[in-house]
């Protein structure tokens, strides 16, 4: 045989034990052996009149539409009644027969219709003994009463089988039932409660024997019961109902809970019980609100620090129009009038005071794009493209650079932004150039909730580790006199990606030229800021 | 015809009150061709003072241009742009706003009141001094003002 899975634990001990009270004695064993030998190779006829029986009842026949199958039976079920009558009940047959009880309970085959099959064995059998011993009354009786107890033997057998295999799946379920994340509670049909699982009097506080036998309700507050009255209706009706609601703790206080409710039916389909699952969900609600305040509070200081870089750029630029304005006067008027070191003074507060005002408009220029914006509008960005292209003609024409693009399609935005955001990218590839004049090609493909759009130039490139630098405002990877700016551009751009819910990187190696990638939503349903 | 062949000089309001601008503007005229005399009030109210001859400025002659900031104290330049233009006299006197204010509804609102052009400073002084000159350039030498004609 060979191994089960089974658990099944028999000793020798057992058996001799199971076999004392059937009362199978050693003159039984005989009498068997002696049956055995008559019946050898005889169960043929028995066998085929068997499988034809078994033909009558929808429960059976279904278990038997493949032939192959059925003939492979046949021998097997041969070899089975042989060892019946072979009079050797050790452990090795118990294994045998508790592995053909554990096949009929995986195939589905109820235990009403093994153990009642072997009225057509005893139907076949106990005239066959009677003809063959019909001369002595007491060997006759004696030998039926031995098969009926090898019988019954088998029967005990596969009735273990059967509970053992049920058994295992009631223990792995009872594991279930034990659930360390959600409280379950078993109902009647009248919300009695039957079982509850060890999570139960972790949530509410209950000891468990509290809860047996009590209505469901004792961990509803007052105020969440009327809601739940035509839930339950629903749920009768064979809806699970799921949801939040607030339940009350044993010691009065009350928590959130996410709740779910099922009904458990019987085979007409008609609801006997009801299982509630629910798990406490403080600390997720807490965490919650801790998050949409932080998320708040950040908004708050990201829009304070937007107001703030636009007053301070705004109302640096008038004292600092004085400074440069006047140093410039300076110059004007005293350029070598004075000595050398005078000129070179103001040869420096000229140029520091112009800096600063360009980084200060840079500056306005970024926090405008947050906080002095028009409403989205539906946009052409083949004719924004047209516009920043249009801008940038003196720069094109003199870099001689060779531009394609694909058709772009319609999308939703504000075009002044969307013309400065393809007006620097392309503006960035004239700019960034290398020996050969600039090929920059513009392609667009979809993705799936976004257009994705790509510039991609043939210029001096980015080195890997500064693809996140460059999108940082003020941050240059190049000294002013080899290409001048103050390194807002690409922050500008990344702030007017995000604003149109989309994002935008860079793929580049060092003097192989660069690629931005940006993604615009197809569909803004609100402004992203 | 224009201001400079009329024989006398030509009369600017500067209504400003950083008197850092004052000076660039004063700077600007004086290296200026055109023979000019430049008035200046700080707020919005005595620039309504002054045009109306009111005191102190019951001798102050009428400009030929107004030259308008927009962020005044007391009397802001809208203000004094709307009383300018709703009154009979006052109103043909041509208004230069000249602001630091690149906001758009200041644009659109001063032309809704009639301002005759609106002028950005300049940040840098070059730019600043072109523009100061253009202005006179053109209100002086090219265009032919009301005050010329008599009436
Ligand atoms: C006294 C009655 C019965 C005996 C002695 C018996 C015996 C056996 C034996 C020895 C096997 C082979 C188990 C193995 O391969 O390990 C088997 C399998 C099977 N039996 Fe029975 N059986 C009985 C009743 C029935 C009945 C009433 C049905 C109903 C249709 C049935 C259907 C099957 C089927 C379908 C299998 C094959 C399972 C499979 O391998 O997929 N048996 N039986």
């Known amino acids: ?529 | 015809m224009s201001l400079e062949n009329i024989g006398r000089a030509a009369e600017f309001l500067l209504v400003e009150d950083n008197p850092g601008d004052v000076r660039l503007t004063c700077e600007a005229l004086t290296e200026s061709k055109v023979k000019n005399n430049l008035s200046i009030v700080g707020d919005g109210m005595e620039a309504m003072a002054f045009l109306r001859r009111e005191e102190p400025y019951t001798d102050a002659p009428r400009p030929d241009v107004i030259l308008l900031d927009l962020n005044l104290p007391k009397k802001n330049g809208l203000e004094v742009l709307e009383e300018i233009k709703a009154d009979p006299s006052l109103k043909r006197i041509p208004v230069v706003i000249i602001t630091s204010s690149e906001a758009e509804q200041d644009i659109l609102k001063t032309y809704d009141l009639h301002v005759n052009c609106y002028v950005n400073k300049p940040v840098d002084l070059e730019q600043f001094i072109k523009v100061v000159q253009s202005i006179e350039t053109f209100w002086l030498t090219i265009v032919k003002l009301p005050s010329e004609v008599v009436d």
């Open chain 1, 1 to 529: 045989m060979t191994d089960s899975n089974s658990s099944i634990n028999i000793n020798d001990q057992e058996i001799t034990e199971r076999l004392a009270f059937l009362q199978l004695n050693p003159r039984d064993i005989n009498l068997l052996k002696a049956l055995h030998d008559t019946l050898k190779g005889r169960h043929t006829a028995f066998i085929d009149d068997f499988y034809i029986q078994l033909q009558n009842f929808d429960a059976t026949r279904n278990l038997l539409t493949d032939s192959a199958l059925v003939e492979r039976l046949k021998r097997k079920q041969e070899a089975y009644f042989d060892r019946l009558t072979a009079g050797c009940y050790d452990l090795d047959y118990i294994k045998d027969r508790i592995n053909i009880g554990e096949t009929h309970h995986r195939i589905g085959l109820k235990p009403q219709w093994y153990i009642g099959a072997y009225h057509y064995y005893l139907a076949w059998l106990l005239p066959e003994i009677q003809k063959q011993l019909v001369n002595d009354q007491t060997a006759c009786i004696d030998t039926m009463q031995a098969i009926v107890k090898v019988i019954l033997f088998d029967i005990e057998l596969a009735v273990d089988a059967y509970f053992q295999a049920d058994h295992e799946m009631l223990r792995l379920l009872a594991q279930v039932f034990q659930s360390n994340i959600e409280g379950v509670i078993i109902t009647d049909i009248r919300r009695q409660i039957l079982h509850v699982n060890n999570k139960v009097a972790a949530i509410a506080g209950y000891r468990n024997e509290d809860l047996i036998g009590q209505p469901i309700t004792l961990l509803l507050p007052a105020q969440e019961r009327e809601a739940f009255v035509s839930h339950w209706q629903d749920i009768k009706q064979g809806e699970p109902w799921q949801g939040e609601s607030l339940l009350q703790h044993c010691q009065g206080n009350l928590f959130p809970a996410w709740i779910n409710v099922s009904g458990v039916k019987d085979e007409t389909g008609i609801v006997t019980h009801f299982i509630v699952e629910f798990s406490d969900i403080s600390a997720y609600r807490t965490a919650q609100e801790a998050l949409s305040q932080r998320t708040e509070e950040l908004a708050r200081s990201n829009k304070e620090l937007e107001q703030f870089a636009y007053v301070a750029s705004h109302d640096l630029q008038e004292p600092l129009r004085m400074v440069a304005s006047f140093t410039q006067l300076l110059s004007r008027r005293y350029r070598g009038k004075l000595d050398a070191d005078a000129d070179e003074f103001i040869h420096y507060a000229v140029d520091g005071a112009t800096r600063m005002q360009t980084l200060i408009n840079d500056l306005l220029a970024y926090s405008r794009i947050g906080s002095r914006t028009k409403p989205f509008e539906s946009v052409n960005l083949n004719s924004v493209l047209q516009r920043a292209l249009a801008n940038l003609h003196v720069a094109i024409e003199e870099s001689h650079a060779k531009i394609i693009y694909d058709e772009l399609p319609n999308t939703h935005g504000d075009i002044t932004q969307l013309t400065q955001l393809f007006q620097n990218l392309i503006g960035n590839a004239v700019k960034f150039r290398g020996e050969l004049p600039p090929e920059i090609s513009i392609n667009v493909s979809d993705a799936d909730k976004y257009w994705r759009i790509s510039v991609q130039d043939n210029g001096i490139g980015i080195a890997t580790e500064f693809y996140e630098r460059i999108f940082v405002i003020f941050q240059r990877l190049h000294n002013k006199e080899d290409y001048p700016g103050t390194g807002i551009g690409l922050s500008i751009c990344k702030k007017i990606v995000e604003r149109h819910g989309g994002q935008i990187k860079v793929e580049s190696e060092r003097g192989q030229g660069a690629t931005f990638i940006f993604t615009l939503l197809k569909t803004l349903t609100k402004e992203t800021n």
